[in-house]
């Protein structure tokens, strides 16, 4: 097959990575992290490089999105002419841990995370979007903090939040997935860094390229969509995350 890959620059060097291994020919396309801050957007965004791409003289069998349905971004998605797979994820800490089982077991014990991981942090764009899991508080407080990036920088926003204590008061434990794709030390230590100032705890633990590598190499089994031509996606609201309608 030739597959058309739409990602997000979040999971830059392992979609690279799974993309290599594949047995399939993989175009890669790469939109930037910061359109996860506006879901509308970033779907309008993807649905014009999913159209795009029946417009090319390469002649697709599918796209593959490498996105989970992040707020809402992935509701009403389109496909045209080719078929699209789509991982049955919530986000990309799902895409990270490399199940759904793992995202809901982490989200009920421990509520209030903050998520590291290498891709995210050097491909930091500057908008301030986070990958968080926890109350419903943690929209409101990531608006607070995108305002603040977008009126003062990143270094005075973080400076702000950290000593009216917000970060403390909503996040109370840090993470950092280690996925084995390029050298992770120094965001590693940075992630530690950042937690011990303001207040969390710190684990590391191992993620897993299983979503990622499966849909980039045509194993599309339970935990993908199949989007056929003419079919849009509908949030379902239960484990399967995402159905499709006509």
Known sequence: M?????????????IYHCAAWSPHVVDV??????????????????????????????KYDAIALVYGLCGTALDGLTARDIPIVIPRAH??????????????????????TYWYALDYIERSDGTGSTLSMGSGTDTDLQAVYDQYVQKYGK?????LMEVMGAWKQHYRRAIFIG???????????????????????????????VLIRRLLHGDWGEDFLVLEPGQRVVMSGDDVVIGCQP
């Open 2 to 14: 030739r597959l058309r890959c739409i990602g997000c620059d979040a999971l830059a060097r392992l």
């Open 29 to 58: 396309e790469l939109l930037p992290r910061g359109l996860h801050n506006t879901p509308p957007n970033l779907r309008v965004q993807l649905q014009a490089r999913i159209d795009a791409a029946r417009d090319t003289a390469t």
């Open 91 to 112: 986000d990309c800490i799902t895409l990270f841990l490399g199940a759904r089982e793992r995202y809901k077991e982490q989200f009920e014990k421990y509520p209030g």
């Open 155 to 159: 270094d005075n926003a973080d400076y």
């Open 179 to 209: 996925m084995g794709v390029g050298d992770e030390t120094a965001a590693e230590t940075r992630a530690q860094e950042q937690a011990a100032r303001r207040g969390w705890s710190f684990e590391r633990i191992v993620g897993d390229l």
